[in-house]
């Protein structure tokens, strides 16, 4: 299976919080990142949280790590029609080593 | 103003014709990656630098070469590009391998085989 796996879509309404899940397998990463990918555009990172965290927030992100399940979410407050990317996940064994291991990303789609 | 750039944008080329794809950093970064991201697929490395250490990742097929003949400059050579290899190819630099090292991408480059 996938090492990272992501849903592909996902809908919400403009104002509305959006939350994106990522599952991965290996245990022993140290760093997990999210990604946001505008159309035709290279990847801009978002944000990243230690594996000793449980929670990172950043303004409008909140970060949620489950070690114990391998399970990563992304929350999006007050989502905006400018959110509207392709959010990735990824995970490293390396602290800023950019060997890294993407999930397939999700497609989020803010409806006016 | 950007800080990765690559060159061109969008590149097309014939099957088997080698091409060569670019990408410039002006923030002085001591590694430089390249990844291949295929259509609804998620990016995936294909090798590094880390200053003039070249790190080939072991699946990367044999035609894929790069070059890095200063810091600042980092190319990707496809020697005989089949239709496969269609993709966008994206570039990064990261200043090191220490905590809280950030890396930035560049565009990308839309790579098409016909």
């Known amino acids: 299976g996938e090492d990272v796996e992501q849903s592909l879509f996902l809908s919400v309404r403009e104002g509305d919080s959006s939350v994106i899940n990522c599952t991965y397998t290996?245990?022993?990463?140290?760093?997990l990142y999210w990604y946001k990918q505008e159309p035709g555009a290279g990847l801009q990172l978002l944000t990243y949280?230690?594996?000793?965290?449980d929670m990172k927030q950043d303004q409008r992100l909140t970060v949620l790590l489950n070690k114990k399940d391998k399970h990563l979410s992304l929350r999006i407050a007050d989502t905006q029609t400018g959110d509207s990317a392709i959010y990735f996940c990824?995970?490293?064994?390396?602290?800023?080593?950019?060997?890294?291991?993407f999930g397939k990303g999700t497609k989020l789609s803010v409806i006016p | 103003d950007a800080m990765v750039i690559q060159n061109p944008r969008y590149q097309v080329t014939q099957f088997g014709k080698p091409v060569t794809l670019s990408c410039s950093q002006t923030l002085n970064h001591n590694v430089m990656y390249w990844y291949q991201q295929k259509s609804s697929q998620a990016p995936k490395l294909l090798f590094h630098?880390?200053?003039?250490?070249?790190?080939n990742e072991a699946d990367t097929p044999d035609n894929f070469q790069s070059r890095r003949p200063n810091t600042s400059f980092c190319f990707l050579d496809i020697r005989s590009p089949g239709l496969g290899d269609a993709a966008m190819y994206l570039c990064?630099?990261?200043?090191?391998?220490?905590?809280?090292?950030?890396?930035?991408f560049g565009q990308g480059t839309r790579l098409t085989v016909v």
């Open positions: 990064a630099t990261a200043k090191g391998r220490g905590q809280n090292t950030e890396a930035f």
């Open positions: 630098y880390y200053d003039k250490d070249f790190n």
């Open positions: 990824a995970e490293s064994m390396r602290a800023g080593s950019y060997q890294l291991t």
């Open positions: 290996d245990s022993s990463s140290t760093y």
């Open positions: 949280i230690f594996s000793n965290m």
